[in-house]
DNA sequence: CTGTTAGCGCTTTCAG
DNA sequence: CTGAAAGCGCTAACAG
């Protein structure tokens, strides 16, 4: 196979513990053997076997984290967090993207394998039960954010309420016909699945309802995908209907700012022609001025990695759901320094619904 | 120790291979034996042992990329970049973020000991020439990003003829006073580094000087780190002085951005009473309506990719630098459908320099 | 269907 | 200072 410690040894005219000697910077090798291992070492182009090497030494632990984008804000602020909390525990960060639908498939496969890593951390995604009893049968903990999952432990905030607390407050504002925009509808993924979209739709529509409005389905907008674009087209769409709404909530910042592009192209001006409201508060947000509901993604992620870690050391959680806090924050566009006039509100206990 | 196969096949009654047929899922098992073997899993919570695993397996291979920060848009660019390609190939990506200061120097030692992965891509970081000794004695290969390197194999662009092409198009705009926004101006980290700032500084420099104008010194700010925050006190700072300059040239979109936020906040019109340049193209810079210098980030990442994966498999390579190509984007706020204003100019061979 | 037996490549006592 | 030998935990023939 591969170039092994024997070989080079046997190259170098010394036994296997001696190249572990001069690999590992131990002192009791004399100059004279040191050189001419690493001079076997740099003939033979030896490397050393990382898989090996950790086998007979204290073992590394790695969690794998599977996100669907990496181009999502969201979803890499998410991982931030994981990736800090993960680094002071001194555990691997794996990453696992499923930006190829081809790759899905194969890839959930193998890591339900059990191949790669000690621990999951799936982002905005949901894994099919078939998974889910594997990595069971593996003893190999998942922790799911954005989603709240019936079955594993979850990171998750009350979108039902953040939907609802978005419309409410375009509705404060006087407005009576409100959009919603969304990336697509798929059905649950799995059981106790509940995409974040639909349950900010449900907020939407809780919220209109209660202020005696009618749902209108075709406000209610389906995309594909979180990107501006989308936004973008789906506003020229909304817009262009008889009877236009006059405020637009997005499911995701990024849609809000395809929204606020074709705002912009189109001479209409934000929010006295139109009304725009966000969701999540990625960075771009602030620089846009948009009016959003604040989701904490990096302790979302910290938070998942923190439960991971516990799981992984076998610890019994008896708390294995976690909700954390919306924001709302309310940007003005106008006045020189924009964020004195910024206010913003936190919901941090779930709403009493049903 | 951990609980371990035999523990399981001595809990079940049967053999350890039995264990590992359940756990490989295996056909050749019966009912029966079967479920005795997942209860003893289940009840001892054993947890099989990745590196054992791959250790008698086909070997898993994996690359480290170590980044400082997972919250600059350009870095997270480049993983694009890096990931898709290491994902065809099916290889692991494990992230290693220098995002604390104090982690850098541990990090790096570990790294170097060889112990957690078979290459290493280093963006927009400098290795130390002991760390580049140690990489060297374990034969890890490693690729530089961002950064041209001497010694090691890397990915860059021309960043001379960036900053050149920059200031070039400001003083083509009739502009006099053209400021300079960089990060830092740290030394060069080890033998053979530069840096993009320094490099950008150079060709900024080189342009003024060619439109026989002085260099003002103090029209060159150095801020600490590439965010909105940094640039826009920078512009302050700038636009406090007296003779203010009536352009800017940030070394990247976000300190651009910080300086469109400043100027918006003093109802500074751009480009009108202030132009701006920025240097990057990060997604943001088009929603911004942001000219800049185009770098080719993802394109970055896939050929470092591509770069460590041949080394990886002993191929020895000719060509270890790889220099891509710059874009100038030239964007106008004005019009409808923006994009269609839009203007871009491709810079594929180096200017002759020097 | 199931147990026994070799290794995978490396680190690490333990004797020289 | 250096070599021999015993595993690390698991998989994969090989014989039943």
């Known amino acids: 196979m591969a170039v092994t410690i024997y070989d080079v040894a046997r190259a170098a005219g010394v036994g296997i513990s001696t190249v572990s000697r001069v690999l590992n910077e131990n002192a009791n090798v004399s100059a004279q053997t040191q050189r001419k291992v690493l001079e076997a070492i740099e003939s033979l182009g030896y490397k050393p076997n990382i898989m090996a090497r950790n086998l007979s030494r204290a073992p590394m632990r790695s969690v794998g984290v ?190 809000a700012l395809g929204v606020l592009e074709y705002a912009r192209s189109q001479r209409i001006s934000v929010p006295e022609d139109l009304a725009v409201i966000g969701f999540d508060d990625i960075e771009l947000a602030s620089f846009a001025n948009l009016t959003t509901v604040r989701q904490p993604m990096q302790l979302m992620g910290s938070e998942a990695a923190r439960l991971i870690l516990s799981l992984m050391n076998g610890e019994l959680l008896t708390k294995r759901q976690c909700q954390l806090p919306l924001e709302l924050v309310i940007r003005h566009s106008c006045g020189a320094d924009q964020s004195i006039h910024n206010e913003t509100k936190i919901h941090t206990l779930p709403l009493e619904r049903r």
Chains 1, 2 share one sequence.
Request: glycine share 8%; hydrophobic share 40%; no cysteine.
């Open 66 to 255: 599977v996100l669907s984008y990496l181009t999502n804000p969201f979803q890499v602020a998410v991982l931030q967090g994981i990736e800090q909390t993960l680094a002071q525990a001194e555990v691997d960060l794996i990453i696992f993207s499923l930006e190829s639908q081809d790759r899905r498939k194969t890839l959930l496969e193998s890591l339900s394998e059990g191949r790669r890593s000690d621990g999951l951390i799936v982002v905005s995604f949901s894994l099919t039960p078939t998974s889910i009893a594997r990595f069971q049968r593996y003893n190999i903990p998942v922790v799911v954010t954005d989603n709240k999952d019936k079955q594993l432990p979850s990171v998750f905030v009350d979108n039902v309420y953040g939907g609802y607390w978005a419309t409410q407050h375009l509705l404060s504002l006087g407005h009576r016909r409100i959009a919603y925009l969304q990336d697509h509808f798929k059905a649950p993924n799995g059981p106790g699945g509940n995409w974040p979209g639909l349950d900010r739709r449900r907020g939407y529509i809780q919220a209109l309802l209660e202020a005696g409005l009618d749902v209108d389905l075709k406000l209610i907008h389906e995309g594909d995908g979180h990107t501006r674009q989308r936004g973008y087209e789906a506003a020229a769409t909304l817009l262009a209907r008889p009877n236009p709404p006059t405020a637009i909530f997005a499911a995701s910042d990024m849609l």
